[in-house]
C-alpha cells in the first residue's frame, strides 16, 4: 500500500504556482520522497526526488519538512500543459515505486 | 535517463486469446518491473522482472496470467494470457538505472482492449 496522502485534486489559475501537498508520517530513514506525474494517455515523469534537502530542477521545487512527515511540490509558473495527475511516492533504493490515488492537478486558464 | 519503447502501443484482442508486449531500453539497466492500469485507477505493480531468473510476483498476479521473461539487461516481456474484458488496461514498464536512489522511468504503455 502507498505511504502517501495527497488530496484528490486542485485547481490553480494558469501562471500561478502550483503547490501540491503529501503527508508521509510514516516514511522511514532511508526512504526518499519522489514525485511523478501522469498526462493523460501517457506513461508516468518523473520530475524530482530529494531524502531531507528541498531540491529544486527545472521542472520544480521540492520542500521537505525537517521532521520529514510531509512535503510540497511547487510548480512556480504553472501552465496548461501541466494538467496532469501527480504522485508523491517514498521509496528506499531501487524498489519498486508504489503508485497511490495521487492528485489531479488542473491548470486553468 | 533511459529511453524505452514498448510494443505494441495499443492492441485489440479477442478473449481467450494472449498478447505479448515487449520493453525494450536503450541502455543496461539495474531492475525492470511491470505495471497495470486499470481504467481510471493508479498503477499497480505485476512483478519485478529478474534478469537470468523467474519473475517475482505481486499479491493477486500468478505466472500462468502475466507470464514474464527478460532474457538481457535491457529487454523484457510481459504476456497477458488467456485475456478477458477485465485484463483491458494499460500495462507499463519501468526501468531504475545503474545506482541507488535513482528515478525510475517508464515506457509510454500498451493500451490493451479485450472484447
Known amino acids: 500500500d502507498a505511504k502517501t496522502t495527497q488530496p484528490p485534486s486542485m485547481d490553480c489559475a494558469e501562471g500561478r504556482a502550483a503547490n501540491l501537498p503529501c503527508n508521509h508520517s510514516t516514511i522511514s530513514g532511508n526512504e526518499y520522497v519522489y514525485w511523478y506525474r501522469q498526462i493523460h494517455s501517457q506513461g508516468p515523469q518523473y520530475i524530482i526526488h530529494?531524502?531531507?534537502n528541498n531540491e529544486t530542477n527545472e521542472m520544480a521545487s521540492l520542500i521537505i519538512t525537517e521532521d520529514r512527515k510531509s512535503s510540497t511540490l511547487i510548480l512556480p509558473h504553472a501552465t496548461l500543459r501541466d494538467t496532469a495527475v501527480y504522485y508523491c511516492?517514498?521509496?528506499?533504493?531501487?524498489?519498486?515505486?508504489?503508485f497511490g490515488k495521487g492528485t489531479r492537478l488542473s491548470v486553468i486558464a | 535517463s533511459a529511453v524505452i519503447s514498448q510494443k505494441p502501443s495499443r492492441d485489440i484482442c479477442q478473449r481467450g486469446t494472449s498478447l505479448t508486449i515487449q520493453c525494450q531500453v536503450d541502455?543496461?539497466?539495474?531492475?525492470m518491473f511491470w505495471y497495470r492500469q486499470q481504467p481510471g485507477q493508479s498503477l499497480t505493480l505485476i512483478a519485478t522482472?529478474?534478469?537470468?531468473?523467474?519473475?517475482?510476483?505481486e499479491s493477486g498476479f500468478v505466472i500462468d496470467k502475466f507470464p514474464i521473461s527478460r532474457p538481457n539487461l535491457t529487454f523484457s516481456t510481459l504476456t497477458v494470457s488467456n485475456m478477458s474484458p477485465e485484463d483491458s488496461s494499460i500495462y507499463l514498464c519501468s526501468v531504475t538505472g545503474q545506482g541507488t536512489n535513482t528515478e525510475a522511468f517508464f515506457g509510454q504503455g500498451t493500451r490493451l482492449t479485450v472484447v
Open positions: 511516492i517514498v521509496r528506499s533504493g531501487n524498489t519498486p515505486l508504489v
Open positions: 530529494g531524502l531531507k
Open positions: 541502455s543496461q539497466v539495474t531492475m
Open positions: 522482472a529478474n534478469q537470468g531468473s523467474e519473475a517475482t510476483y
